[in-house]
């Protein structure tokens, strides 16, 4: 039951260029939208949220946004650093107790 | 500050025999406890979570049970592990009961089931 999707495992993008990365969702009951980043090796550490009562959050050179009515939201990064070349996760809540997470994307940001 | 400790760091098991995976947090009491497990090429799948000692919901059936013994203490364990458990194994905190709370991951266990 993937209720969360992130149907392109991997991106490439030059530095300083934009890196958007997409997720999907089939369940409208969700409520709370978060994008976690992942090292090897390593958990994954918040990066961004948004309410499902917004439509976009900006923090730094990171944004997401969403878009309820076609169940997609989107991270920006801009400019992207090679710092940035780690998978990154969707996930959506129900409630604090029932987060789904997607696959992965995992992004290769080039010198 | 909220640290969460994972151990082992790596794991390598012969199938059949069992399992025991630690985590604790430290600098919070009462947190929300997860399991989590990422195999290869796919997201992170939500095996148990847990709001209290003694309080233990599973996700998905399978040959993994959870413990709570202490109130920053969270257990996973097996008694025969299978091939298909290979994978990586993640605790997680969060505190309340909003669903606009992060949660904190730890550093992750990867094991190996041969």
């Known amino acids: 039951d993937q209720q969360v999707k992130q149907n392109s495992p991997s991106l490439s993008v030059q530095e300083g260029r934009i890196s958007i990365l997409n997720c999907d969702y089939t369940?409208?009951?969700?409520?709370?939208f978060l994008w976690y980043k992942k090292y090897p090796a390593e958990g994954p550490t918040f990066l961004i949220s948004?309410?499902?009562?917004?439509d976009k959050n900006e923090d730094g050179r990171f944004t997401v946004f969403l878009n309820k009515s076609a169940k997609h939201l989107s991270l920006h990064i801009v400019p992207s650093q090679p710092g940035d070349s780690a998978v990154y996760f969707c996930?959506?809540?129900?409630?604090?107790?029932?987060?789904?997470f997607g696959a992965g994307t995992r992004l290769t940001v080039k010198p | 500050s909220q640290t969460i400790h994972q151990w082992p760091a790596t794991l390598v098991q012969p199938v059949g025999s069992p399992l025991s995976l630690e985590c604790t947090v430290e600098?919070?009491?009462?947190?929300?406890l997860y399991w989590y497990r990422q195999a290869a090429g796919r997201g992170l799948q939500l095996l148990f979570y847990?709001?209290?000692?003694?309080?233990i919901s599973s996700e998905v059936p399978q040959n993994l049970s959870a413990s709570r013994p202490q109130d920053r203490q969270f257990i996973l364990s097996s008694k025969k592990l299978l091939l298909s458990d290979s994978g990586f194994y993640l605790c997680?905190?969060?505190?309340?009961?909003?669903?606009?709370?992060?949660?904190?991951f730890g550093p992750g266990t990867r094991l190996t089931v041969l």
């Open positions: 948004i309410s499902s009562i917004k």
């Open positions: 369940n409208s009951m969700f409520d709370y």
């Open positions: 996930a959506a809540s129900l409630n604090n107790n029932d987060m789904r």
């Open positions: 600098g919070t009491s009462n947190p929300n």
């Open positions: 997680a905190w969060n505190l309340g009961q909003s669903s606009y709370n992060e949660q904190f």
């Open positions: 847990s709001v209290g000692i003694g309080q």
